[in-house]
């Protein structure tokens, strides 16, 4: 997307363009910095340029084919770049219009009311629309006309997020009969494996414990035996153990040599 973004603004497609019209492009692009680079080079030679980002960080969007997300700052770093641009900020809304014909939409009586003005920060606005090389009239009409011509995509929008939901509830329904069956024995069914998880898990507790109180006592059991070796009592039992040993050999060597010189017995 990128090699044919910059191809188109190098002249690839036509050396002059009026005006060019990025939405929800910027956002995918590899090399930003190379396109609106170019965006900027054409802007200042008297190209209008109209853009629109969505502001995914801000909403935390994760979008596999997002490159960049933009959030309010580094939209406003952007906007600089270009200098001269005016920035629009999309807030989706609920209301309902009433008209005589889906094409005469009144003109000067259209009332707003913001009902959450909170939710109005620059920071939470859903979408930002860049403008450059437009004069205020221009743009005061665009928001305007903007304004309406995104209503019946915002309600197809919403319809079609409702049938997902539907059928996705139903689908989790179906999974939900095939492995734990009706609601009532479904739930019996988790009870049980709560209830046995429940058991073993005090059965571990009991058996570490037990082992716990085990090696608390061999530790004990341990120092007893190193107290006891370091007494002078232990010491002077081991000594006479040794000595004892030594006159057992010696006793030993004794008989083992007067077998062989005593004298023959004369009857």
Request: with cysteine; glycine share 6%; net charge neutral.
């Amino acid at each position: 997307m990128t090699a044919d973004a910059l191809a188109a603004l190098d002249g690839g497609v036509g050396g002059h363009f009026d005006a060019i019209v990025c939405f929800e492009v910027l956002e995918h692009l590899d090399d930003l910095d190379a396109v609106v680079e170019r965006l900027v080079t054409r802007t200042r030679r008297g190209t209008k340029l109209i853009f629109s980002i969505p502001n995914s960080r801000t909403f935390a969007e994760e979008n596999p084919y997002h490159v960049t997300d933009f959030d309010f700052r580094s939209t406003l770093s952007l906007t600089e770049r270009f200098g001269d641009c005016r920035l629009l900020y999309q807030f989706h809304a609920e209301g309902s219009l009433i008209v005589a014909a889906p094409d005469a939409l009144p003109s000067g009586h259209v009332a707003s009311d913001l009902r959450m003005p909170e939710r109005a920060e620059s920071e939470y606005a859903n979408h930002y629309i860049g403008l450059v090389g437009f004069d205020d009239d221009a743009v005061d009409a665009a928001v305007a006309r903007l304004r309406f011509a995104v209503a019946p995509v915002y309600n197809r929008y919403i319809r079609a997020i409702e049938l997902s939901n539907r059928r996705l509830w139903r689908e989790n329904a179906r999974l939900a009969r095939k492995h734990l069956g009706s609601a009532r024995s479904g739930a019996a069914a988790m009870a049980a494996k709560l209830d046995a998880v429940t058991r073993e898990l005090a059965e571990a507790r009991e058996h570490v414990a037990a082992l716990q109180e085990q090696l608390q006592q061999e530790r004990e059991s341990a120092a007893r035996a190193q107290a006891l070796l370091a007494t002078p009592r232990h010491r002077a039992v081991e000594a006479a153990r040794t000595r004892l040993g030594r006159h057992r050999l010696l006793m030993r060597v004794a008989r083992a040599a007067w077998g062989f010189i005593r004298p023959p017995r004369i009857d």
